[in-house]
């Protein structure tokens, strides 16, 4: 294989297993307008994800099929194809002992194996539809903020119409069948699936991205609509209430969809009391004083988790901010700290790995996790030492594309950043965990797909030995 090849296939495997994508982030349309006015003809550093964009969307308008979730083959328990349905992915059947088995999944019990995935996992497509969907309408939208092409915006609008309105294909506004536990006598939802959706945040600035176009705000009123009963099924339900008293990220994630949704569905009184709740409940005991997450640091990747959780805690902070609501970035920890806190607690470890990787040894855990935190961050409480600057340059020098599709819509983050990337490293932009690549969404385990189940259940550690295997060779090849 020639050296430019492999060099490209490894950076295609690192991008699949890095859990960078397009990770939830507050798309600011103000950020994105400056950009256009300020940087598009000469985006620096966002060049490749500015290059990404157009690319994936390109593919997106070429793709003759809007996703649905009626078109999955696996019908959900209560036989609705309007519902979305996913599985636990690592709960297995266990037929042991058991006689005349005619279907595993009503007659076996099922059992949690450790970060394994059940074989069947890829039978089920609807959350590989969605993350799909999420991405294409975010990069068309995007593409088309940039070029003006109106194809690009009709398109999305048709994406959109056909997962939540159309009325023979639209997705039901709850999540009662997500990461179903199957087997003999179950088979109902967790509140674990609520986390699955967040990839949901962009479709609110991709509908104001459309009302530019042709497309007008002929979905808007729908889509509101839609996003309102989805938020009351996430405040009402018993799934969603579980979710939301969770002590860790999956509330802080819980808080910062369903605010979102209120503000989409002008209920802003709810999403400012949402949070207000959220940074007098739960966000109370998330950070100790030394800064680290408690609840996050107990998990099999610690650094992970807690640069999980910041994604939740700075989305929310910014979307105050947006609502003139509680100041979250000064809000104050049982234990007094704040989310500079966790910030600072976690910088030296990262820079602690860059280090490890320069020195060819193994960083325990992909570092650039906290790159998106981390410009918020400094956009906030500023950098005087110029601490993050520098270590925000040495991450973006190790990512590439899709992973800083936000500098797209965070140009106030731009100056300063000197990326190494060059557009067309590679072809993946699907949402945060998942892999949108061309070949689709591989939930197999071969991929980056992670439960951030609340079991302390973690399947990153393959991957990121994988992972660093892969940085290693390609470092090494660059150098
Ligand atoms: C889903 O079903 C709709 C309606 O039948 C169809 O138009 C569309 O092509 C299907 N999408 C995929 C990805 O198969
Ligand atoms: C679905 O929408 C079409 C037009 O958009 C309408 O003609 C039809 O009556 C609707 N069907 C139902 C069941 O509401
Ligand atoms: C927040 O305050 C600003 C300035 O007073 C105002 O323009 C904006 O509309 C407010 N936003 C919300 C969501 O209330
Ligand atoms: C970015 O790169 C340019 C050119 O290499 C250099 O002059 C500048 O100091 C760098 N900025 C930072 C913040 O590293
Ligand atoms: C996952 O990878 C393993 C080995 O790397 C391979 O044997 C298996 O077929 C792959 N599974 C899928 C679904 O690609």
Request: charged share 20%; proline share 5%; net charge negative.
């Amino acid at each position: 294989m020639k050296i430019p090849t492999l060099l490209a296939a490894l950076l295609t495997i690192w991008i699949s297993v890095a859990e960078a994508g397009l990770q939830m982030d507050l798309l600011d349309i103000d950020g994105l307008n400056t950009f256009k006015a300020k940087y598009l003809d000469n985006p620096g550093v966002a060049s490749s994800a500015v290059e990404a964009i157009r690319r994936k969307a390109k593919q997106a308008l070429a793709n003759p099929n809007p996703y649905s979730v009626i078109n999955s083959s696996v019908i959900p328990p209560n036989k609705d194809l309007h519902e979305f349905y996913s599985w636990a992915p690592y709960w297995w059947p266990n037929c042991k002992g058991i006689k005349n088995v005619q279907d595993e999944q009503t007659d076996c019990p099922y059992e949690q194996k450790d970060g394994q995935y059940v074989p069947d996992i890829g039978k089920i497509s609807d959350p590989q539809d969605a993350s799909s969907m999420t991405t294409d309408v975010t990069t068309m939208a995007l593409a088309y903020a940039l070029s003006g092409d109106d194809n690009l915006a009709k398109k999305t609008a048709h994406l959109l119409d056909t997962w939540f309105l159309n009325n023979k294909t639209f997705m039901k506004p709850e999540l009662f069948f997500g990461q179903v536990i199957r087997g003999k006598g179950r088979n109902e939802g967790r509140p674990e699936g609520i986390l699955d959706l967040r990839s949901f945040v962009y479709v609110p600035p991709v509908v104001a991205l459309l009302e530019k176009s042709s497309v007008g705000t002929s979905l808007t009123k729908g889509l509101k609509a839609w996003f309102s009963d989805y938020s009351t099924w996430l405040l009402t339900s018993d799934l969603g209430k579980e979710e939301e008293a969770a002590a860790n990220n999956h509330g802080s994630f819980h808080i910062a969809q369903t605010a979102t949704y209120l503000h989409f569905a002008d209920r802003d009184d709810e999403a400012r009391k949402l949070i207000s709740s959220y940074v007098n409940g739960i966000y109370k005991g998330q950070i100790n004083k030394d800064g680290e997450q408690p609840l996050e640091a107990v998990r099999t990747k610690p650094f992970h988790y807690q640069c999980f959780n910041l994604v939740a805690l700075v989305y929310i902070a910014r979307l105050s901010d947006k609502l003139n609501g509680t100041n979250v970035w000064e809000a104050k920890t049982d234990q007094g700290a704040t989310i500079k806190t966790a910030i600072d607690f976690l910088v030296p470890i990262t820079e602690g790995f860059l280090a490890d990787l320069k020195n060819g040894k193994k960083a325990k855990e992909p570092p650039d996790t906290l790159t998106t935190p981390l410009y918020a961050a400094r956009d906030h409480y500023g950098d005087p030492d110029g601490r993050y600057t520098a270590l925000l340059n040495k991450l973006i020098g190790i990512t590439t594309g899709p992973s800083e599709f936000w500098t797209v819509w965070n140009p106030q983050a731009l100056p300063g950043l000197n990326g190494t990337s060059k557009a067309g490293d590679d072809d993946n932009s699907g949402f945060d965990g998942y892999d949108g690549s061309g070949d689709g969404w591989n939930p197999y385990g071969n991929s980056t797909v992670s439960e951030h189940s609340n079991s302390g259940v973690d399947n990153s550690a393959r991957v990121y030995n994988r992972l660093w295997v892969v940085v290693m060779v390609t470092v090494a090849l660059l150098i």
